[in-house]
């Protein structure tokens, strides 16, 4: 069974290189996709991903276990995605959804073109969503985070998590409505 988060993190609190890379290695990909999506530009999501383990790395005696890892690490993230925002012209380029989204192969060639046709246009319309909506719908249904982590990653109430998330997901479905025209 492989070690947890905390065990992890105390080893990597000690010194332990090694168990740093493993935290790293496990959620790069969440990381990346965090800064992506808020950043729409690949190059600039990579070196979001660097720093923030970078950043990690160097305070991680002053993570004091209150939330998980991942909440912290994420936050880390976000601060540094909004740092490097007003410079940024804001693109995301996504057509081709990843891989694990799609349906399983073996059903009819037809249904998983429309599949993706599908998925590409809700891709589209999460994109023109403002930054907020489409950030916390981001952490909730792609990074799988409670309201309550998001709202610490964040650092804004619960009842604006909450909000948020009702709203973009009452704008996406008035978007994807059109999807049905």
């Known amino acids: 069974m492989p070690p947890t988060d905390s065990e992890l993190v105390a080893l990597a609190r000690r010194g332990d290189e090694a168990a740093f890379e493993q935290l790293m290695l496990r959620h790069q990909r969440y990381v990346f996709n965090l800064a992506y999506r808020v950043l729409g530009d690949r190059s600039e999501a990579e070196d979001v991903t660097q720093e923030t383990f970078l950043r990690a ?48 192969p073996a059903p009819h060639p037809e249904a998983v073109a429309e599949r993706r046709e599908r998925l590409a246009f809700l891709h589209t319309q999460l994109e023109q969503l403002p930054e907020h909506y489409r950030l916390v719908l981001t952490l909730r249904y792609l990074q799988g985070f409670s309201y309550a982590e998001i709202a610490a990653i964040l650092d804004v109430p619960l009842g604006t998590v909450k909000t948020h998330i009702h709203r973009a997901r009452r704008l996406l479905r008035d978007r994807m409505g059109e999807w049905e025209s």
């Open 57 to 104: 790395w160097r305070g991680l005696s002053r993570f004091r276990g209150e939330a998980r890892f991942t909440t912290w690490l994420y936050r880390i993230a976000h601060n540094l995605c909004l740092n490097r925002l007003p410079g940024l012209r804001r693109r995301l380029l996504q057509t081709e959804p990843p891989d694990e989204w799609l349906p399983d």
